[in-house]
């Protein structure tokens, strides 16, 4: 029993969730002159879900915030209410209140009570400072309340249309509330197509789409059996080209089909795991929102590609780095408005955040226009930390510095980007999704920060090479070069220890037959293919029969059922339905001299 | 509550075991934790694994390692040919698979039926033993491969 209460919990969560997302979303867009009546009715019915479900499971607290602000909501889209920015302000920390009560209410801890006692106060003040205002005229009809209430404002706000603000204004009186006024509501639809211009720029989308909840588990399984059917027919294939006669020509057309279905099968099934990154943007609004009124900066958040797809797996992680870099644009990256003023600049300053698709790349750019970077400034820093740089560097590797460890050039520490966390992680976690990040800055136009991702992480591109009967794969992004070796540029060391001279720098050789206890023909370097890696810690030459080939694989767990294999970071599976290795060059080759000797004497 | 409570023990009395031959022993196997039985193919090798770990295989986009349980148990003829035997395991989430000389039967044995093992050393731990039948003149040796499996010895798992 208890098991299935649990699963309906986990749905209402999720829903819940994103119910406050929507909700938070839609209070961020709405515009306060003229509020959009869909999207105070969408933010209504996502107040009145939660309150609904709650109310279900018993979860109180969550139920005891929601009605009243159902109830506030519900004033607002009846025009009993006009929204204001101190009421949006306190319907923002209410989201957030209920998104921490929530959290609470999943993870089974205790609900902050006081924290909703407060909530519901500052709520309840609204509902009774506005119907006190509205009280009078409320005893006689409630629907000419809007009237007085709307009319002025749009009025003020745009005084060269007055005569469309008054059709305008009045009419969400007519449409709820007073079916006699029929003539007014005919003039706004004829009148809608002109005014109608503006709004639509930020209609709310009314997501109404037909969606199912899958587990990700089940969608891999899909994505991994699909994987095998394409192996499958390209098996299939081969077999085909042995065939002849005439039953090999229709075999041939059939195999063609089921070729075309296989791969756009494989395109459909993969896309499945593709969002839209808006699903990460859409949580900016509030961060810049909220940053800059700390630090009394105006700052305009611009949003583009919002709708660019990316893995689940990687937008999920990309939501710490950009908050990261987003904060330190606004902190560090934006003047305070008085030296922009000085400088020339639009007193207001600008983020933006753009997701674009680059061949096999998500670019994601977060640019600012405040004073960019400081170049002196780093590299006295970076002198001042040992770090090795020198006035001639190039402004890319200059920019480069600031990911170094404890490196901040920040003057002051402040809360909001002195957590003890620095763009170190950031480009650590960057790397961890196979990704890497470019600084483009000028100074006194701005910084841009650029991500590149790979479309997904499931995906690597690499360079299969073959030892003895085994192909192995090397992920492309730690060759640096690959070369037949010259006997004269293979120097040795003690008699055992081989160095390969390359770029003017001295490189072991590392054999990946003995690494990985292969059998092979070739013996000497000279005989095989030398292919230089490099990794974050490790940089040496290794020594493999042939290269195979250039492609992108599928990246398969090999933890999953079976153990952690130093040198390997998983496996993949070959076109003829073969395991080959994935290796991983930051483990591969120990640079231990007792482990070597072991080696030797073995 | 009581019917379910007695079909319950019912079901931890009674149970189906897979048979298989290794060397001249007869060895059983709980039957749900058998996925499916295979041919042996080609395995791509694993680098510094134990001599029983024959590599990994493909099996249907599940990366999954095969052990020698002949090798394991120090028993049969190590010989891989189109009639060496595959038995794919699903055992606490992992997919392993173990190679065996031949699969014999489904038997079914009652708990009672099972004798405890022997106090004098035997080659096999008996930690994973679960007990010994004796059915048709031949003794079973009923393993707790789920135990076996996700053992340290065995070097599937990474040690805790």
Not at chain 1, 132 to 153: A, H, R
Not at chain 2, 19 to 36: M, N, P, Q, S
Not at chain 2, 48 to 66: C, D, M, S, T
Not at chain 2, 133 to 151: E, Q, R
Request: net charge negative; charged share 25%; hydrophobic share 40%.
């Amino acid at each position: 029993m208890s098991i299935d209460m649990q699963q309906f919990h986990g749905v209402f969560f999720e829903e819940s969730q994103e119910h406050l997302d929507t909700m938070e979303q839609l209070l961020l867009s709405l515009d306060l002159t003229d509020p959009d009546t869909e999207a105070l009715n969408s933010i209504f019915r996502a107040a009145h879900s939660i309150k609904g479900g709650s109310g279900i499971f018993g979860f109180t607290a969550l139920t005891a915030l929601t009605h009243i602000l159902e109830g506030l909501l519900d004033k607002l889209r009846n025009h009993q209410l006009a929204p204001s920015r101190a009421m949006l302000d306190v319907f923002l920390e209410a989201t957030d209140v209920l998104k921490d009560t929530l959290c609470a209410y999943r993870q089974q801890n205790s609900v902050d009570d006081a924290a909703i006692a407060r909530m519901k106060k500052k709520l309840e003040s609204f509902q009774l400072s506005d119907s006190t205002v509205n009280k009078p005229s409320d005893d006689g009809f409630g629907f000419f309340d809007d009237q007085p209430l709307e009319t002025p404002k749009p009025a003020d706000q745009d005084p060269f249309f007055g005569f469309f603000d008054e059709l305008d204004a009045s009419t969400p009186a007519p449409i709820i509330e007073m079916p006699p006024a029929e003539p007014i509501t005919t003039a706004m639809t004829a009148v809608t197509p002109a005014t109608g211009k503006p709004p639509v720029k930020k209609t709310v989308d009314a997501r109404e789409t037909a969606s199912v909840r899958v587990d990700v588990e089940k969608l891999d399984c899909l994505i991994n059996l699909v994987g095998e059917i394409v192996i499958t027919q390209s098996m299939l294939a081969v077999m085909a080209e042995q065939l002849d006669g005439k039953m090999a020509e229709k075999f041939q057309v059939i195999l063609d089909d089921l070729e075309r279905n296989t791969r756009e099968m494989q395109e459909a099934v993969m896309s499945v795991r593709m969002l839209p990154v808006s699903s990460v943007f859409n949580r900016f609004p509030r961060v810049v929102r909220e940053l800059s009124s700390k630090l009394d900066k105006e700052i305009d958040l611009i949003i583009e590609g919002e709708q660019t797809e990316l893995d689940k797996g990687l937008i999920e992680k990309l939501v710490d780095p950009l908050t990261h870099l987003v904060r330190n644009s606004i902190d560090h990256g934006i003047e305070a408005a008085s030296v922009r003023q000085a400088s020339g600049k639009p007193s207001r300053g600008t983020v933006t955040l753009q997701a674009s698709r680059q061949g096999g790349n998500i670019v994601i750019a977060i640019q600012d226009d405040g004073a960019g970077l400081n170049r002196e400034k780093i590299i006295a820093k970076a002198l001042e930390k040992n770090i090795a740089v020198d006035n001639a560097s190039d402004d890319q590797s200059v920019w480069q510095l600031i990911f170094a460890p404890g490196f901040s050039t920040a003057r002051q520490v402040t809360d909001i980007s002195g957590r003890g966390v620095g763009l170190d992680v950031v480009k650590r976690n960057v790397l961890t999704l196979g990704g890497r990040i470019e600084i483009h800055s000028v100074a006194g136009q701005g910084t841009c920060f650029k991500i590149f991702l790979p479309l997904t992480l499931a995906i690597v591109d690499g360079m299969s090479v073959s030892v003895g009967n085994e192909i192995f794969i090397i992920p492309l992004a730690n060759i640096v070069e690959c070369l037949q070796p010259d006997a004269a540029n293979i120097k040795s060391l003690a008699g055992q220890d081989q160095l390969l001279w390359v770029r003017d720098q001295y490189w072991p050789i590392v054999s990946l037959s003995r690494e990985m206890e292969i059998e092979t023909t070739i013996e000497q370097p000279t005989d095989g293919v030398i292919v230089l890696v490099e990794s974050a810690h490790k940089h040496f030459a290794l020594l493999v029969d042939a290269l195979v080939g250039q492609q992108q694989v599928v990246i398969k767990s090999l933890e999953q059922h079976y153990r952690r294999v130093t040198g390997i970071s998983g496996a993949t599976i070959m076109g003829d339905g073969r395991v080959a290795l994935i290796l991983d060059i930051e483990s591969l080759y120990e640079n231990n001299p007792s482990e070597k000797q072991r080696g030797y004497a073995a | 509550m009581t019917a379910s409570a007695s079909v319950a023990t019912d079901n931890n009395r009674v149970r189906e075991y897979l048979t298989f031959r290794l060397g001249d022993e007869h060895y059983a196997i709980d039957i749900l934790t058998v996925k499916e039985i295979r041919g042996y193919e080609s395995v791509t090798r694993i680098a510094n694994a134990p001599e029983h770990v024959k590599g990994i295989i493909n099996l249907r986009g599940e990366i999954v390692p095969i052990v020698d349980l002949r090798l394991c148990f120090g028993v049969g003829n190590s010989v891989y040919n189109e009639f060496t035997i595959v038995i794919v395991l699903h055992i606490h989430q992992r997919i392993v698979g173990i190679v065996v000389d031949s699969v014999s039967d489904v038997i079914t044995l009652d708990q009672a039926e099972l004798k405890p093992p022997p106090d004098f050393g035997v080659a096999f731990d008996h930690r994973y033993l679960i007990g010994l039948a004796a059915v048709h003149d031949d003794m079973i040796i009923v393993v707790d491969i789920g135990k076996m499996i996700s053992s340290d010895e065995l070097g599937l798992v990474d040690a805790q």
